[in-house]
């Protein structure tokens, strides 16, 4: 469906959708979330008809946003397959009730399957690291071979270099950081194995300026205002108020929280012990008086009768752990409704900004960056740095005044 504008695609997906029987809410829900933030894209781009490549920068970001545990596991499996469902119409005009494994669109020779399947298994790779490498592994396999290479005989430095370029003019800078530390990985596996001349990694080690935007963190009377809107009297209210004043008190985030056990709180020695969720490295944190006590009252007086170990359960049957961290986000943004907190999309205002809030007042507070990054629990120092563009107070100590500078007329 090549003659259509990218609008008009959205909604015959839609209708197709609604053709095969799902409720008129499901279709309107699904449109809203996973469909119109790729037309949106292709108009903020300029692009009226479908793009291939602006879809896949759209993959990115959203796969971007779980691997920084934005977004669950659920939400995230939400866009992308929204995503499929817009590359199946335009590819074939309609849409199957379908239960096969995702199809890339990268089509591969056998030469290059074997290739992608033997580098895949040098590493027990991270589930989301396995997803990109795999990506981008396909996508210069496919690039190859559109550019007439059928095997890696003669590919060398001009091939990825071109291909270096060829990704720059469609992604965004972050999406080409990343791509750039996979290529590294992929080139250096096929080095060692015999396959190309060089790992490449001086052409791979360009600098890339990516954009990072600072979401802001939340503020103490909201956070106050939201905590107070909680009915505390019922268990779900004591269950909602646990979680948000545990995520504010530790910085925990919302994927961490659902994962608790019962085993993870040593109430005689007074720590929080889990596994973050992100990063698989352990973690170990204070529990202090208010959140033991917040806590100890859910589980002893609003904690359903259950089998599962998980501090925090669904609210209604089967009384079980929350599926992802999407949950929670939502219920937040409903208590920040109650406490008159009126928010725009993706302004950065959600659940993670209680985890931004703590980093921010421990840097205020004057705490080394090496500290912060252990309290919370970052594996790479760059997203605990990101906080000290949060502490104004210190930044304006910073600036320079305008003393022996001569001020003059504009010429």
């Not at 504008?5 to 829900?29: C, F, K, N, P, Y």
């Not at 008809?49 to 977004?71: K, L, T």
Request: proline letters at 2%.
């Amino acid at each position: 469906m090549r003659n259509i504008s990218i609008r008009e695609l959205a909604d015959r997906t839609r209708e197709a959708q609604q053709a095969m029987g799902l409720s008129q809410h499901t279709v309107w829900e699904h449109y809203m979330t996973a469909l119109l933030p790729i037309v949106k894209l292709h108009e903020q781009k300029g692009r009226e008809y479908f793009d291939q490549d602006i879809v896949d920068e759209y993959i990115c970001q959203i796969e971007g946003r779980h691997d920084r545990a934005e977004i669950g596991p659920n939400y995230y499996n939400r866009l992308r397959h929204g995503a499929e469902r817009l590359i199946e119409m335009h590819t074939t005009g309609k849409l199957e009730w379908s239960c096969r494994g995702r199809a890339s669109k990268f089509v591969l020779n056998e030469y290059y399957k074997t290739l992608l399947d033997d580098f895949l298994s040098q590493e027990n790779w991270h589930h989301n690291t396995r997803g990109d490498l795999t990506w981008i592994t396909r996508k210069f396999f496919a690039w190859l071979i559109q550019d007439g290479h059928s095997d890696l005989n003669g590919v060398g430095a001009q091939e990825i270099q071109r291909f270096m370029i060829h990704c720059s003019d469609h992604l965004r800078s972050t999406s080409v950081y990343n791509m750039q530390l996979y290529m590294k990985k992929l080139c250096r596996y096929l080095h060692e194995h015999g396959h190309l001349p060089n790992s490449f990694e001086a052409l791979l080690s360009f600098k890339v300026s990516r954009e990072s935007k600072m979401y802001p963190a939340a503020l103490d009377d909201e956070v106050a205002a939201v905590l107070n809107t909680i009915d505390r009297r019922i268990s779900k209210g004591k269950r909602d108020y646990a979680i948000i004043l545990l995520a504010v008190v530790t910085g925990l985030r919302a994927a961490d929280i659902t994962r608790l056990k019962l085993s993870d709180i040593d109430w005689r020695n007074g720590e929080i012990k889990t596994v973050q969720s992100k990063t698989g490295r352990p973690l170990a944190l204070p529990l202090t008086k208010d959140v033991g006590e917040a806590i100890q009252d859910y589980i002893l007086n609003g904690r359903q009768e259950t089998v599962s170990d998980a501090i925090f359960l669904r609210h209604h049957a089967p009384f079980q752990a929350f599926k992802d961290s999407v949950s929670i986000g939502d219920m937040y943004d409903v208590y920040c409704k109650r406490a008159g907190i009126f928010r725009e999309a993706h302004d950065g205002k959600g659940f993670h900004s209680l985890r931004r809030s703590v980093g921010k007042k421990l840097v205020t507070a004057g705490v080394s960056i090496n500290t912060t990054a252990q309290i919370l629990g970052d594996a790479n120092m760059d997203s605990t740095k990101k906080y000290i563009s949060l502490d104004s107070r210190h930044l304006k100590e910073c600036a320079l005044d305008f003393s022996g500078i001569e001020m003059g007329a504009a010429k």
